[in-house]
């Protein structure tokens, strides 16, 4: 069925540094990618998306890459500030109408 | 502040209660998403309308889950006869169509 995971569960970096954060999916129909952080208890905040046919989308300070080949997806984030420290979710849309499938998570700490 | 408002932020119940959340979305979103969300994991969509219709409602927990959006604004979610495996923060979020979601804060809820 369809599934979207990540590959790490958590990751510490630097402050300063640039992290980065990967998911795969699994639907290779799935035509919409969305990143969400999630501090604690607070809803999802929406950070970036993407559609299926780019393969790199920028926001500020976030990047978001798309490699429909191997079914990967990744959230790079420069300079990376306490203030990022969260839950970030990637999630992806069949069609860009369907409801999101989320996947399980990556706690990010920053280290100042 | 004109974003998504979940109501109660949070909920103590005795398990076999009723209990009824209510989600008001962006004002001119036509779409609205229930989601439910459980410790480390990512939200997990139950149902969703638009304006009045509710388009899915197989991903419902079970018969005792149910939701209206009655005049294709606000919307509520009910589960009847609690248990303690519904404890979770459930999650509303708005889009228009085609769009990005945006979040309320949740509701928590727990059942005794």
């Known amino acids: 069925g369809e599934s979207v995971g990540l590959h790490l569960p958590t990751l510490s970096v630097q402050e300063g540094d640039n992290s980065i954060i990967n998911c795969a999916y699994s639907n290779s129909a799935s035509d919409y990618f969305i990143w969400y952080k999630q501090e604690s208890g607070k809803g999802p905040q929406f950070i970036i998306d993407?559609?299926?046919?780019?393969d790199k989308r920028q926001g500020q300070r976030v990047t978001v890459l798309l490699n429909k080949t191997v079914k990967h997806l990744s959230l790079q984030i420069a300079a990376t500030q306490p203030g990022d420290s969260a839950v970030y979710f990637c999630?992806?849309?069949?069609?860009?109408?369907?409801?999101?499938?989320f996947g399980k998570g990556t706690r990010l700490s920053v280290i100042a | 502040d004109t974003g998504v408002s979940q109501d109660p932020r949070h909920k103590i119940t005795k398990r076999g209660q009723n209990v009824t959340f209510r989600c008001d979305p962006i004002?001119?979103?036509?779409?609205l998403y229930w989601y439910r969300q459980t410790l480390g994991q990512g939200p997990e969509f139950l149902t969703y309308?638009?304006?009045?219709?509710?388009?899915?409602k197989s991903r419902l927990l079970s018969d005792r889950f149910s939701a209206e959006r009655p005049k294709g604004s606000f919307s509520t979610l009910e589960i009847q006869r609690t248990e303690q495996g519904d404890s979770a923060m459930y999650l509303c979020?708005?889009?228009?169509?085609?769009?990005?979601?945006?979040f309320g804060s949740g509701t928590q809820l727990s059942v005794l």
């Open positions: 309308f638009q304006n009045e219709a509710q388009l899915e």
């Open positions: 979020a708005s889009s228009l169509l085609g769009g990005k979601l945006f």
């Open positions: 999630a992806e849309s069949g069609s860009g109408n369907t409801p999101l499938v």
């Open positions: 004002s001119e979103h036509n779409r």
């Open positions: 993407i559609r299926s046919n780019m």
